[in-house]
């Protein structure tokens, strides 16, 4: 009883921790275009702040499993979450666009660490508690850039500083992640320290498959935390609230998604999920690349919401649990796919901003998950 009680408490804490990182991606998504006026630089710009946070990111993911081991995923996320508020109390500051980029930079080094670390707490309560759990977990990240989003949107709405905002998001959310922190559990792979200990090895198969669906995944929802207030401003041409439309409704049925996404996978199973998800994301992007109004947004960006809110749990839930790779690495690996397309990414994407538009950001989305559905359907028995 004791212990499943512990268990308990050890997984609403992990929550806790993805919904306080999730909270300064949400600030950070509906702030871009303040920043993007703050520095003075156009989209190709913005490209580069956010290809410096994911090189900082990847750099950081490949050290991590060193990092974890010497001091534990507990301590990791206590030390990251002083480090990530400690970053984001500069922001307002700056104002020249290759000092904002060096701040991506550290920031993403932190994150890089955040991200392994807690997708590791989470991997090994799926093993203590012998169930699906990832997709719960990941709700709590919707839930906290939900939040986050909807919170900063009222700041904008009320025309309060981006200074203010950023103090007031600081103090509320550092308090929280140094508690629950502390009430984290230990460590499995300080026991079972077994297989690969490191990301340079000869995949196996479902790795290459998890990599590329990561890839996709993390490209698309990346580009709506980066693109989609700017497109609601300069593309769908409104102001105030209505900038953050775009992210909230993402984000809602990212959540949704997210919550049900467990039980939903223990139904239809691994590799018809992954397709059915595909499917959704394929759907809203088209709705978002042809339509221009509110109403098609919210509804493009609601399909798309709830075709990736489970791809990636579901690829961090199968990576944590493949035979003679640690799960450290495993992890690592996703994250890296995740990131690492930022490093290249987000200046492409400004390129294409720049010269087509900024509806054209989600254009090549469309081809990648179309590639991604014939990849899944073809190896749908790899995935049990």
């Known amino acids: 009883m004791f212990l499943n009680s512990k268990l ?5 804490a992990c929550r806790m921790i993805f919904f306080v990182v999730a909270f300064y991606v949400g600030l950070w998504t509906i702030r871009i275009p303040t920043i993007k006026d703050q520095v ?14 994911a090189l900082g990111s990847v750099i950081f993911m490949i050290l991590s499993n060193m990092i974890i081991k010497k001091y534990s995923s507990k301590i990791a996320i206590r030390f990251c979450g002083y480090m990530h508020a400690f970053t984001w109390l500069f922001a307002p500051f700056i104002t020249n666009i290759y000092f904002f980029m060096f701040l991506a930079f550290i920031a993403g080094s932190v994150v890089g660490v955040y991200e392994i670390a807690m997708n590791l707490q989470a991997s090994d309560l799926e093993k203590k508690n ?7 977990f990941h709700a709590f990240f919707s839930l906290g850039l939900l939040v986050g989003a909807g919170v900063t949107s009222i700041f904008v709405e009320l025309k309060i500083s981006f200074l203010i905002n950023t103090f007031v998001v600081v103090i509320f959310l550092l308090p929280i992640n140094i508690l629950f922190a502390n009430l984290l559990g230990e460590d499995l792979e300080a026991k079972e320290s077994k297989g690969k200990k490191n990301i340079f090895f000869l995949w196996p198969m479902i790795l290459f498959i998890l990599f590329l669906i990561t890839i996709t995944d993390s490209f698309t929802e990346g580009s709506v935390d980066a693109w989609a207030a700017l497109y609601m401003r300069d593309h769908i041409l409104v102001v105030g609230f209505a900038i953050g439309l775009a992210t909230i409704f993402f984000n809602c049925f990212m959540v949704l998604g997210r919550l049900f996404g467990d039980y939903i996978r223990e139904l239809f199973g691994v590799s018809n999920f992954l397709l059915i998800l595909i499917i959704f994301c394929i759907a809203g992007l088209i709705v978002i690349f042809i339509f221009k109004s509110v109403i098609s947004s919210i509804i493009g960006f609601s399909l798309l919401g709830l075709g990736i809110s489970n791809i990636i749990p579901l690829a961090y839930s199968i990576a944590g649990k493949i ?12 994250s890296i796919s995740a990131y690492g397309v930022f490093m290249v990414a987000p200046a492409l994407l400004g390129l294409i901003a720049n010269y087509f538009g900024i509806s054209f950001v989600f254009f090549p ?11 899944v359907f073809l190896s749908r028995k790899l995935f049990v």
């Open 8 to 12: 308990i408490g050890n997984s609403f």
């Open 40 to 53: 003075g630089t156009d989209y190709l710009g913005i490209g580069y702040i956010l290809a410096a946070f």
């Open 130 to 136: 012998n169930k699906s759990m990832m997709s719960g």
């Open 323 to 334: 035979k003679d790779v640690e799960s450290a690495v495993g992890i690592s690996i996703i």
């Open 365 to 375: 989305m469309i081809f990648l998950f179309i590639i991604c559905l014939i990849v």
